[in-house]
C-alpha cells in the first residue's frame, strides 16, 4: 500500500466517524470536489494536498535507521 493509499484509508475511516466531506475541505482547504473524486473515484492528490490531508489526518514521516551490510547478512 502506498501513501497515497494509506491517506485514502485514513480519510475513509475519518469520514466514517461521521465527519463530512465539507467539514475536512474546510478544515484543509482542499475542494470538496477534489477531496470526493480522491475517495470515491480514486483519483490522484497533489503532493502538496495530499501533505495537507496526511497532517490534517496525523501522519508523520519518520525515517528508519539504514542496516549496514554485516547487518543485511
Known amino acids: 500500500m502506498d501513501w497515497t493509499d494509506q491517506i485514502r ?18 478544515d484543509t482547504g482542499i475542494s470538496v470536489g477534489r477531496l470526493h473524486e480522491f475517495v ?3 483519483k490522484k492528490l497533489t ?13 508523520r514521516l519518520s525515517r528508519k535507521p539504514t542496516k549496514t551490510i554485516s547487518e543485511i547478512g
Not at 13 to 19: D, P, V
Open 40 to 42: 470515491v473515484d480514486e
Open 47 to 59: 503532493s502538496q494536498n495530499l501533505e495537507i490531508l496526511g497532517k490534517y489526518l496525523g501522519f
Open 9 to 26: 484509508a485514513a480519510l475513509r475511516e475519518h469520514l466514517a466517524t461521521g465527519i463530512t466531506v465539507y467539514r475536512v475541505g474546510q
